[in-house]
């Protein structure tokens, strides 16, 4: 596995590796890896004949009072944990390598970037679709591999991808969850001892909603509802946001139907956790 830090370099790399009729896959990381990220990389590695993995630390999608600068980081852990699962090129560039100073374009997917996670951090998906665009270009994979995790990321993303036609795949993954059901995620290292044993309630909402849709609850305020009431038996949950959207525009709806998911932001301390699920399997 190559450690690439400079675009020139990783230019000439995958030229070499594109002449030789090589499909290149990505999987874009902020790093400070969990099973979450390795699985990005093995549905990358099914799909591609070479895996290139970014881990850049993104300044532009932290807003002002963020966490860039206490983003957990341990690049010598990710470099032997991506080697292990197969990568074969990390681009691991610097902030000045990816943005020239002054840095003056950016991509803006409107709309979807503004709302669920976008109320509260409204310059977030700015800055995820303007590096994702900069990788796209700089790597000009044939897959890019995203997680579920952060759906409303994948949404945007595909849209991106549409409205600008670049010639890239985009695979969505599925969730990587702790026995528990709290969703991997490198954040959730923040938390302390009390806040990571009661913030299972989210998945475990999540799932009860499921259920009662199975059951044939498809009004989304009473299943809203339900949820907002499991999670607040945690006493120290904060609720961001619970909302049932649309999956094309994520738009409230009234009605659960299988174009549907509900999203979750809650807040446990100073750590702020998202979670997501489709109500209405299609493939059940
Ligand atoms: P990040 O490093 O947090 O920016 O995440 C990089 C990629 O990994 C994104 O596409 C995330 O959606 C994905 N990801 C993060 N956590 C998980 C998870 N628990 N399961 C699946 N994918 C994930």
Same mark, same amino acid.
């Given at each position: 596995?190559?450690?690439?830090?400079?675009?020139?370099?990783?230019?000439?790399?995958?030229?070499?590796?594109?002449?030789?009729?090589?499909?290149?896959?990505?999987?874009?990381?902020?790093?400070?890896?969990?099973?979450?990220?390795?699985?990005?990389?093995?549905?990358?590695?099914?799909?591609?004949?070479?895996?290139?993995?970014?881990?850049?630390?993104?300044?532009?999608?932290?807003?002002?009072?963020?966490?860039?600068?206490?983003?957990?980081?341990?690049?010598?852990?990710?470099?032997?944990?991506?080697?292990?699962?197969?990568?074969?090129?990390?681009?691991?560039?610097?902030?000045?390598?990816?943005?020239?100073?002054?840095?003056?374009?950016?991509?803006?997917?409107?709309?979807?970037?503004?709302?669920?996670?976008?109320?509260?951090?409204?310059?977030?998906?700015?800055?995820?679709?303007?590096? +994702? /665009?900069? @990788?796209?270009?700089?790597?000009?994979?044939? !897959? %890019?591999?995203?997680? =579920?995790?952060?759906?409303?990321? $994948?949404?945007?993303?595909?849209?991106? +991808? /549409?409205? @600008?036609?670049?010639?890239?795949?985009?695979? !969505? %993954?599925?969730?990587? =969850?702790?026995?528990?059901?709290? $969703?991997?995620?490198?954040?959730?290292?923040?938390?302390?001892?009390?806040?990571?044993?009661?913030?299972?309630?989210?998945?475990?909402?999540?799932?009860?909603?499921?259920?009662?849709?199975?059951?044939?609850?498809?009004?989304?305020?009473?299943?809203?509802?339900?949820?907002?009431?499991?999670?607040?038996?945690?006493?120290?949950?904060?609720?961001?946001?619970?909302?049932?959207?649309?999956?094309?525009?994520?738009?409230?709806?009234?009605?659960?139907?299988?174009?549907?998911?509900?999203?979750?932001?809650?807040?446990?301390?100073?750590?702020?956790?998202?979670?997501?699920?489709?109500?209405?399997?299609?493939?059940?």
């Amino acid at each position: 596995m190559k450690v690439i830090r400079k675009i020139s370099e990783l230019r000439s790399e995958l030229t070499i590796h594109r002449k030789a009729g090589s499909r290149v896959g990505l999987v874009p990381t902020m790093g400070y890896f969990h099973e979450g990220h390795l699985s990005l990389m093995d549905v990358a590695r099914k799909d591609s004949d070479i895996v290139v993995v970014s881990l850049f630390v993104n300044p532009t999608q932290f807003g002002p009072n963020e966490d860039l600068v206490k983003y957990p980081r341990d690049f010598e852990r990710d470099e032997r944990l991506a080697k292990e699962r197969g990568a074969d090129i990390i681009f691991y560039p610097d902030s000045r390598e990816m943005y020239p100073d002054p840095f003056l374009t950016y991509v803006i997917t409107e709309k979807l970037s503004g709302v669920l996670c976008g109320e509260s951090r409204p310059i977030h998906f700015r800055g995820v679709t303007t590096i +994702v /665009a900069k @990788l796209f270009n700089i790597i000009q994979p044939d !897959v %890019a591999v995203f997680g =579920r995790k952060d759906a409303q990321q $994948a949404i945007i993303i595909k849209k991106m +991808v /549409a409205d @600008l036609n670049f010639p890239v795949e985009i695979i !969505v %993954a599925p969730i990587i =969850r702790e026995a528990d059901g709290l $969703a991997m995620s490198s954040r959730n290292t923040y938390l302390s001892s009390e806040e990571r044993k009661q913030a299972p309630i989210i998945y475990r909402a999540l799932q009860k909603a499921t259920e009662m849709v199975q059951r044939g609850e498809l009004n989304a305020g009473c299943v809203e509802r339900s949820i907002r009431q499991q999670i607040e038996t945690a006493p120290l949950a904060r609720i961001e946001y619970i909302e049932i959207v649309n999956e094309k525009n994520l738009e409230p709806v009234k009605t659960i139907d299988p174009g549907t998911f509900v999203a979750v932001a809650v807040w446990f301390g100073k750590t702020r956790l998202i979670d997501n699920v489709v109500l209405i399997d299609l493939d059940r």
